[in-house]
């Protein structure tokens, strides 16, 4: 069969392995594109990418070698660096180790180093304070009476109800850092422009703690009243959300109309962490007004937590506001579990760490032992991370929020005897660690890792 093919093959002749030439050949006879203009668009199309794409590729291999001689240098830097910092090192444990009569220079150093700390340390101050007036004539200029100001399209959006909630909460970090001006204007604003009375649905939880909280502390710094006058009447209007069989609030309200309830997407539930963190601004309130019901109302929803809390201190987020009862849901230090553990360390400490509030501490102790049960490390690492529960399943996923633990944990410390106080403080150190390693993500997913 071969042999067939390549006789007939010989048998079509030179004349046609001649044409075959001259075709193979046509596409480089100017004629050729004289009839065919597309064609020779493509062709220079073609014979420009080429080009283009070698040049680019050489000035890309240039680029990576004057990255890579860069590199070097860095690396060269650090290195010798790091030799200064050993040679530092070693001077210094010998300085040490000097009598103390032949320090005249060393001390001297000393109180040098005690003067470049204070103009440090006041550099640093005043960086942060450029940093306030950078965002807050940011807002001043783009979202004055707005509640947030979007960095980006530079225009103030409403999303806690239009009660221009980072002025207000603003209000205390203005008059700390001494920007008397700027903290008169704002004051001016919420004496004639901060209207409650406002047909609007709000979180009850976000209005306390950004609006009334904000007003509490202005009104604590200050003294003067006009901060007082608008918190009476803004937890006025939010009160009705406590008016249920259980105690516990619903967390949305309409500040015109009363008539609370709760997100849908809760399927009517209240949430842990809104309902358990108003407790502070609640009793501060009390505190000023001489008025005890704003105390009562917040702390009887302690009382019903404490009457179905578990044995490891650590509640499901959802909870029915008519019953009161059962709570479902996940358990977790992220979103919507959060602050509860916050706020009841923090009610101990503002009611003095006395007996009258000493179930707070008790309620947040048994809830620490709780946490340690959430705690995993990562492998290989080995860092120490919270993690999440349903039911009787752990989530390896750790909450940007969560990361509020380390220093609840340190500011709760104290009032453990020595030994505990201990534990809990590594284990603050172990987990902030692990946030300012990671933190640059809202929620943190462990996954096993293949040990092979
Ligand atoms: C530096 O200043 C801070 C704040 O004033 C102070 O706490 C710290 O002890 C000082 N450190 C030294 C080395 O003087
Ligand atoms: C806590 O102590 C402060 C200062 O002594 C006092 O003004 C305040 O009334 C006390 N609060 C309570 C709840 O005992």
Redesign the pocket.
């Known amino acids: 069969m071969g042999k067939k093919s390549s006789s007939s093959s010989y048998s079509s002749g030179s004349s046609s392995s001649s044409t075959t030439l001259r075709r193979r050949w046509r596409f480089f006879q100017p004629r050729y594109y004289g009839k065919r203009p597309k064609r020779l668009a493509l062709l220079i199309l073609l014979c420009v990418s080429v080009t283009w794409i070698f040049y680019d590729r050489q000035s890309l291999n240039r680029d990576h070698q004057e990255e890579i001689l860069r590199l070097q240098e860095e690396v060269a830097n650090l290195r010798s660096a790091l030799e200064a910092i050993h040679d530092h090192m070693k001077t210094s444990a010998e300085t040490e180790s000097i009598p103390k009569h032949e320090t005249e220079t060393s001390l001297h150093t000393k109180s040098t180093s005690a003067e470049d700390n204070d103009s440090i340390c006041e550099k640093r101050r005043q960086k942060v304070k450029d940093a306030m007036l950078h965002a807050w004539s940011s807002y001043e200029k783009y979202a004055w009476g707005t509640d947030e100001l979007k960095p980006i399209s530079r225009i103030g959006v409403d999303s806690f109800g239009g009660l221009g909630a980072t002025l207000v909460d603003s209000l205390d970090t203005l008059y700390i850092m001494g920007l008397h001006s700027e903290f008169q204007k704002a004051r001016e604003w919420i004496e004639k422009s901060l209207y409650l009375k406002k047909n609007v649905e709000v979180s009850v939880f976000e209005t306390t703690i950004r609006i009334l909280g904000g007003l509490l502390s202005a009104y604590d710094l200050s003294g003067e009243e006009v901060f007082l006058e608008k918190s009476k009447e803004l937890a006025e209007r939010l009160l009705p959300a406590w008016d249920t069989p259980s105690g516990i609030p619903y967390n949305r309200i309409n500040l015109e109309h009363g008539r609370p309830t709760n997100p849908r997407w809760t399927r009517g539930s209240s949430i842990l962490a809104d309902s358990g963190s108003e407790q502070l601004e609640f009793?501060a309130l009390s505190?000023r007004t001489n008025d005890p019901k704003y105390q009562e109302t917040a702390e009887k929803v302690i009382e019903r937590f404490r009457r179905i809390f578990p044995a490891d201190g650590l509640l499901p987020i959802y909870i029915n506001p008519q019953t009161g009862i059962n709570p479902t849901g996940s358990i977790t230090f992220g979103a919507m579990g959060d602050s509860f553990y916050e706020y009841l360390l923090k009610a101990w400490i503002?009611?003095?760490k006395?007996e009258?509030?000493k179930y707070y501490r008790e309620m947040w102790e048994t809830s620490m032992q709780g946490l340690e049960s959430l705690i995993k490390r990562s492998t290989p690492s080995s860092f120490a991370y919270i993690t999440e529960k349903l039911g009787n399943t752990v989530y390896d996923k750790m909450d940007e929020l969560a990361c509020f633990v380390p220093g609840m944990l340190a500011l709760g410390s104290s009032g453990y005897d020595p030994e505990e106080a201990g534990k809990y403080m590594s284990l603050a150190e172990e987990a902030y660690t692990e946030f300012n390693f990671a933190a640059c993500t809202d929620v943190l997913q462990f996954l096993p890792v293949n040990t092979n």
């Open positions: 009793i505190q503002l009611g003095n006395t009258a509030v």
